[in-house]
């Protein structure tokens, strides 16, 4: 699966990004996407995935409230809506997707497998200023 991530920029404090993650040349429909970031001298970590039919979701507590998962199946996309983004939010950020037709229980283990095992994207760089 070859995915491209876009979407990302130079923001304030406050504002607003919307992330997208892409397919080319295969469907979506039957991968579990998630958002993954990276901030220079940190970890990778885990920001939310979204089940393959959409009604599984997961978001990090760090994200939780403020960045929302969705996918449109017509458009072959998963879109990550990042709001009241914080100067803490600047990283890279990644998608990877994990064939998985069935909804998950446990985000946490469902981010876990897809980062040993899923495809994944180009990041693209969000900043947040303060």
């Known amino acids: 699966v070859q995915l491209q991530a876009s979407g990302g920029g130079l923001v304030q404090a406050g504002g607003s990004l919307r992330l997208s993650c892409a397919a080319s040349?295969?469907?979506?429909?039957?991968?579990?996407i998630g958002w993954f970031r990276q901030a220079p001298g940190k970890e990778r970590e885990g920001v939310s995935c979204i089940s393959s039919s959409g009604d599984s979701v997961y978001y990090a507590d760090s994200v939780k409230g403020r960045f929302t998962i969705s996918r449109d199946k017509a458009r072959n996309t998963v879109y990550l809506q990042m709001n009241s983004l914080k100067p803490e939010d600047t990283a890279v950020y990644y998608c990877a997707a994990d064939f998985a037709p069935s909804k998950f229980i446990n985000g946490i283990a469902a981010m876990w497998r897809m980062a040993r095992v899923g495809s994944w994207g180009q990041g693209t760089l969000v900043t947040v200023s303060s």
């Open positions: 040349g295969i469907s979506l429909d039957n991968y579990r």
